[in-house]
DNA sequence: GCGGCTAAAATTGTACACAATCCCGCCCGT
DNA sequence: ACGGGCGGGATTGTGTACAATTTTAGCCGC
């Protein structure tokens, strides 16, 4: 699986941050995983420079953790990041699906109705990874109609960090509970119906929550780079 | 002003970082001013490596905004970011001093009224600066009191760029507004009043929006160096 | 005088070399 | 055999040189 990027120019820090989060969101790199340098470089055709400058803007987004002279690690959220991860999305998101109802677009419904056909596609091809990263982008979507760019960055972050928490303390893998919540959201959105909007948006976030298990201690120790398939 | 690190051991990027969003927080630096890396290394005593990751760091929170083969310089909100900065605090910062209310120590108690004494007193002393700096700070350390640290991270987040914002969009100078508020919202911590003090932080947050004026295009062109004083 | 073009100066972007730090294996002593 | 100390290897941290880009000043022509 080459990327197509190393064949043209030189891919920027953003590329590389880009195609790192996705990665990590697809659950091809892993909670505790290092990403070296080197390797990192190495892979995507660039200086040391340009890599650092890619880690430490996902360290920022609490993607990686950057430890002093020892390496950046893919984040390994602990029990309570996890509520607070979810807490502070359930401060967040509602509200967001209540705004983002009052000034749906015609177009932003195809739009995440095409998403969710894409979920599907991706879990009828047993790509859990991917079905689980464009789940997380959904909420994303709802944050940009809801035209809050600030609140949306911090979505962002949180959906990011939510893929962390259910790659350590997800219970079981059929994940295909989400599509019914998703569908149902977007029949709200269509209606205008910011009240129900925001009820489903809580609702499923507890969902969410009430899917993970939250008492076990995470550990591994895992190898790397050809998770990436290079 | 000169500082002390420099004497010491070359700072770090995160002193530097911490130094320059003090600078930004007490309106020593304003927004739209351009910071060069040449010139804050030199300023710091350190090369533009280091330079360079602690202005990366600013832009990933907000502060800055780095244009590519431009320079950093201090962002400059438009009106709609300042709107979407408080609306983003509207849904995070009641509910966070609910959940504050309800672990309240004594400690925390006298550290905040330390803080409001601070407060006052950089006001007597005209520091509006100082002050204003000390008083986004009592909103962190409420965030902090909650036991929420990734909320906390957004909300500091959200009271820097409220900073900007106030630098760009402040209504009249006299700000000796907040003291009681603060003051409330401590009493309402003390004696464990969630509500209240929800309802407080969100007529609080109300209050400081409506003293900006938000219909005003903000436009400056600024010098530098002699505003850090140094 | 003014607009556009050109070249030089200044500033940021990137790579690389070297220093600092950490990790791990080895060795020695008990 | 086991624990502590030591040293080699590997990885990250930082400064610096050079390349790319932008900006600005100067110049010419209109």
Redesign the interface.
């Known amino acids: 699986m080459m990327n197509d990027l190393s064949q043209t120019r030189p891919p920027s820090a953003e590329a590389i941050a880009r195609a790192l989060t996705q990665a990590v969101h697809e659950h091809r790199v892993l909670p505790g995983m290092k990403l070296s340098e080197d390797e990192v470089g190495e892979i995507f055709g660039v200086g040391r420079t340009v890599v650092r ?1 890619a880690l ?2 996902l360290a ?2 609490g993607l990686l953790t950057i430890e002093r002279n020892r390496g950046a690690f893919v984040s390994r959220p602990s029990v ?2 996890a509520r ?2 979810f ?2 999305r359930a ?2 998101e509602p ?1 967001t699906a209540r705004a983002a109802a009052e000034r749906t677009t015609a177009y932003d419904i195809a739009l995440l109705e095409r998403h969710i056909d894409l979920e599907h596609a991706a879990l009828d091809a047993d790509q859990t990874g991917v079905a689980l990263n464009l789940s997380g982008q959904f909420h994303i979507e709802i944050a940009r109609i809801a035209d ?4 949306a960055d ?1 979505i962002r972050q ?1 959906v990011s ?1 939510s893929s962390l928490v259910i790659a350590l303390y997800w219970r079981r893998r059929n994940a295909l509970c989400e599509s019914h919540a998703h569908h149902a959201l977007v029949k709200a959105l269509r209606t205008r119906d910011g009240a129900t909007a925001e009820d489903l948006m809580k609702g499923h976030l507890l969902d969410l929550l009430s899917q993970l298990d939250l008492r076990a201690q995470p550990d591994a120790k895992l190898s790397l780079r050809d998770a990436l398939g290079r």
Do not use: D, G, N, S
């Not at 809050?148 to 609140?151: G, K, L, R, Y």
């Open positions: 400058q430490r803007a920022h987004q309570k990041e607070e991860v807490e502070a401060l967040l509200r809050q760019a600030t609140i911090f949180l960090r």
